[in-house]
């Protein structure tokens, strides 16, 4: 998409699509002001958009669709909990959860890093954070698995199909973690269901979207960044580099984030008739911000279609800005540190074995489906 995303930037920075009846926003100034600016651009989609969550009332009432004052309520009673400074104290359990994804393909020379690693290891994670028992975490990953399938084949039958699937999922997930909330109602323990459902602020739909919303928010999107940091590190050979330390590991994955940022865009609605590049969008009307044209527009970045690991400052937004602000940024990147950690540390090589392909190419999502590689173990 990155060079349709440049002529856009050039051509038509802020466009309506006729056929998706939708605005269209490509420079980084304009995608800024829309995610900052929730007076006039919405979130809070539900009466706009046909959503897919008519019968699904947990869905509906969670922060990533709510605005102030009610986006405050619903994300106060957490926010501590994904501070760095809390997510830092994780880390000796994450580190314990990637090697035994490691240790499972210990004696391998293939692997695919996504099914086998940058996958599971981020559902796992949040399985752990909300205090899913270890028995149910399969089926824990299945639900995870309905809810980021995509439909086999571009039909209407196929959409149709994995749209089903995608509810029973929801509907099942919500009732396990109703069941689980119910439990934990007078519990006393660290996990984020107790957390949920021990709060006075939170209806009890909420408790379940809030849950919910974990899942579909922080999974494939930190898969993503890790399956795009072992490609890019390959692509642009500094594979060695970040794993010796000659170049920083956490400043490449702010790189990766910017050059292919695993969520490519996010929607809002306008509330009102709103100027944005000498365009007028209308109240009521639905717009798409791509950050991932942002995080390429050459106003902000220096040779922005060049992936420099080094690069700084970087003022990416691939967390998106303002009070949606990504909830689970210090976690994604500490899950991402942990990972690339503890492959490049495992293997002296590792090495997609084909030209990656496939790109999981929805607009919204950026990342592999799957990424072959050639792998030697460290002595
Ligand atoms: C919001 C990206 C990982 C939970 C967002 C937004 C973006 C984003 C762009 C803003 C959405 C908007 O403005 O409408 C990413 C990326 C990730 C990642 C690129 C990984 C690399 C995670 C993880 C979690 C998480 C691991 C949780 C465990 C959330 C939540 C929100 C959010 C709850 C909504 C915040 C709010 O509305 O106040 N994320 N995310 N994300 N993210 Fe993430």
Known sequence: PFDWYAR????????????????????????????????????????????????????RRTMINAEPPEHDRLRRFVDERFRPGTIRELQPRLEAFAAEFLDAVEDADRIDLVGDFAYPFPVTVIAELLGIPADRRDQFKSWSDALVASPTEETTAAMEKNERQRQRARREMAEYFGDLLDERADGDGDDLITLAATSDDLERDEKVGFCILLLIAGNITTTNLITNAVWCFDEHDVTDAVRTGEIDRKQAIEEVLRYRSPAQSIRRVATRDVELGGETIEAGELVTAWIGSANRDPDVFDAPEEFRPERSPNRHIAFGKGIHYCLGAPLARVEADIALDALLDRFDTIEPTDEPKSPLSTQLLHGLEALPCRVERAE
Request: net charge negative.
């Open 8 to 59: 856009m930037r050039r051509e038509s920075p802020v466009r309506y699509d006729e056929s998706r009846k939708m605005w269209d926003v490509f420079r980084y100034e304009d995608v800024d002001r829309v995610l900052s600016d929730y007076d006039a651009f919405s979130s809070d989609m539900r009466d706009a958009e046909a959503v897919s969550f008519d019968d699904d009332q947990a869905m």
